[in-house]
T-cell receptor, first 115, second 116 residues
Framework: AQSVTQLDSQVPVFEEAPVELRCNYS??????LFWYVQYPNQGLQLLLK??????LVKGINGFEAEFNKSQTSFHLRKPSVHISDTAEYFC?????????????FGAGTILRVKS | GAGVSQSPRYKVTKRGQDVALRCDPI?????LYWYRQALGQGPEFLTY????????KSGLPNDRFSAERPEGSISTLTIQRTEQRDSAMYRC??????????????FGPGTRLTVL
């Protein structure tokens, strides 16, 4: 069974600094990869996804992620964060070989942007 | 624009009572998913539907949990004889395509269930 590990439960960072949120998944089978963001009292919103093609994926709000198959990683990056990026971020994976596209999520990383 | 809606947003119940949680997906979305999120954890898959057919219920923790989507639109997740360990955020998501094709899952705000 798939599992997703988000290595940091919380990441504090100053405004305008770069940030990387780490994500590793367990299986070597072909996967689809996603990053979702959750703002307080709101539902999960898709930031970006990797389905195929270029391993560098760009998403909304200036975020990007790079798929590394050999390291089974999909780390999320932003070169300069804003206060408004403060939220919880979830990495998720679905198995290409399995019908249904059910998502397996990591435990989440809380990004705290300080002024 | 209407997104995925869920009701109630908060539900407090006593142990042993039955609860019904409702999900209203985005109009026209074929696939509907239910997830459960415990405090400090990511969402965990429960079940999903294509139209009215329940395709996978492997994530339902036991037979107290059931879900239906009788007309291929609104879905209800029912928990019978609730227990304190059922306390969690219950999230619904919908997706435009049939779940064999990879599409974005749009999430609702969730229902926070507290079992006393």
């Amino acid at each position: 069974a798939q599992s997703v590990t988000q290595l940091d439960s919380q990441v504090p960072v100053f405004e305008e600094a770069p940030v990387e949120l780490r994500c590793n998944y367990s299986s070597s089978v072909s996967v689809y990869l996603f990053w979702y963001v959750q703002y307080p009292n709101q539902g999960l919103q898709l930031l970006l996804k990797y389905l195929s093609g270029s391993t560098l994926v760009k998403g909304i709000n200036g975020f990007e992620a790079e798929f590394n198959k050999s390291q089974t990683s999909f780390h999320l990056r932003k070169p300069s964060v804003h206060i408004s990026d403060t939220a919880e971020y979830f990495c998720a994976v679905s198995d290409r070989e399995e019908y249904g596209n059910k998502l397996v999520f990591g435990a989440g990383t809380i990004l705290r942007v300080k002024s | 624009g209407a997104g995925v809606s869920q009701s109630p947003r908060y539900k407090v119940t006593k142990r042993g009572q039955d609860v019904a949680l409702r999900c209203d997906p985005i109009s026209g979305h074929v696939s509907l998913y239910w997830y459960r999120q415990a405090l400090g954890q990511g969402p965990e898959f429960l079940t999903y539907f294509n139209y009215e057919a329940q395709q996978d219920k492997s994530g339902l923790p036991n037979d107290r949990f059931s879900a239906e989507r009788p007309e291929g639109s609104i879905s209800t997740l029912t928990i019978q004889r609730t227990e304190q360990r059922d306390s969690a955020m219950y999230r619904c998501a919908s997706s435009l395509g049939v779940a064999g094709a990879v599409g974005e899952q749009f999430f609702g705000p969730g229902t926070r269930l507290t079992v006393l």
